[in-house]
């Protein structure tokens, strides 16, 4: 075992993170052999390990082991754009309290969507065998690479290239299905192909808020529902993707019409709270916000976008000026800073309620997002 990678087991034990079901797994399964030689931290350091730089191998290691996710592939490998992540290797912790919270044991069969680089897919493999994982990755490209870096790994899973959201009923019925990309609706398809009694792990988030993870059970109707979990954020599938650049598209005061008022509101209440943010985002799913700093950090403009009305709000933050309030702009026909200021009240008035509270009901024909029970809806959507 490198020094590396012995070093992260032993953190991730010590922090609480790594229970002894999967000790093993994380002890044998080497992160380093799945990642690509080009590798970005979240601090945007870029560490080529082939690179002619001396100590690059030794710094790509670091990041390699450290507990951190790593982008490795921006621009869905196209070579074009301007660098949008596009695929990453999970940050170590959050694998392990999801494989944690996922409940499988020997002998169980799992779908996973999104195999990324294979490592997820190798600790599955070395837990159930790699005849009971099948993972699908929709890029062909990156697919191709997990597949290699399984086999010489040692790791017969089945590795499908394709839609995800699709499943895949040929090696259905599956005991457990896990999600390693974000998504805004549950795939039927997922519950379709799940055993009564299976279970549903996945990231899922609104355009507001992305970074709850929804934790389903599957009945015998036919359909799955539990609560949310968990503070993470993952990319989201491809089809379900943010719509990238929203405020320079939308928002043009200096060509629109908009109202003018203020609030004593600040964004750090609704917006940063964690379960808060959630909240709202069930009242406005649609709805994007960005934050763009001035120079000073202390002023900034929070943005509301809903892109498919074209309607936006500005929340101007200048401490110089906080005393009266803060100055708000909106445009279009949806009043989005005045429905956000709703949604907040709701969620004050209702406790405010953690996210763990809400929970999720997926049938054929909708999603339901409810408190504390079903009889209690907060969002529906087809």
């Known amino acids: 075992m490198l020094p590396q990678h012995e070093k992260l087991v032993s953190r991730l034990t010590q922090a609480g993170n790594l229970d002894q079901h999967w000790h093993g797994a994380f002890a044998a399964v080497e992160r380093h052999r799945f990642l690509p030689g080009r590798i970005t931290a979240p601090d945007g350091t870029t560490v080529d390990r082939d690179g002619d730089h001396d100590g690059d191998r030794e710094r790509w290691l670091e990041l ?6 790593v982008i490795t592939q921006v621009d869905d490998g196209t070579g074009e754009g301007s660098g949008y992540p596009a695929s990453s290797a999970s940050q170590p912790s959050i694998v392990a309290d999801m494989l944690h919270r996922l409940d499988v044991f020997p002998g169980m069969r799992v779908l996973e969507v999104g195999t990324g680089t294979g490592y997820n897919a190798g600790l599955l493999s070395h837990r159930l065998g790699g005849e009971n994982v099948t993972t699908v990755e929709i890029d062909a490209d990156l697919a191709e690479q997990a597949r290699v870096r399984l086999l010489d790994a040692g790791f017969a899973a089945h590795v499908v290239t394709g839609d995800g959201t699709r499943g895949w009923p040929k090696r259905a019925p599956y005991d457990r299905v896990l999600s390693t990309a974000a998504v805004q609706r549950v795939p039927y398809a997922w519950v379709a192909q799940s055993r009564p009694g299976g279970r549903i792990l996945t990231p899922w988030g609104t355009a507001f808020h992305n970074g709850a993870l929804a934790e389903l059970r599957v009945g015998p109707d036919g359909s799955a529902r539990g609560h949310f979990a968990g503070d993470v954020a993952f990319m989201w599938v491809r089809d379900q993707r943010i719509p990238r650049r929203v405020v320079e598209t939308h928002v043009r005061p200096e060509e629109q019409e908009f109202t003018r008022s ?9 917006i940063s709270d964690f379960s808060a ?9 649609t709805v994007l916000n960005r934050v763009e700093y001035t120079d000073e950090e202390q002023r900034f403009t929070v943005h509301l976008v809903d892109p498919g009305t074209g309607s936006w709000a500005s929340w101007h933050v200048d401490p110089d000026r906080g005393e009266t309030g803060y100055e708000v702009h909106q445009h279009g026909p949806r009043r989005l800073f005045s ?32 408190l504390d029970h079903e009889g209690r809806p907060v969002l529906t959507a087809p």
């Open 277 to 285: 943010s959630f909240a709202i985002g069930l009242h406005m799913p």
């Open 262 to 270: 203020r609030t004593g509101l600040h964004p750090y209440e609704p």
């Open 339 to 370: 429905e956000l200021e709703a949604a907040y009240t709701w969620w004050q008035e209702e406790g405010p309620p953690e996210h763990t509270r809400f929970g999720l009901t997926v049938s054929a024909e909708r999603q339901n997002a409810w």
């Open 64 to 69: 390699a082991y450290d507990d951190i996710p």
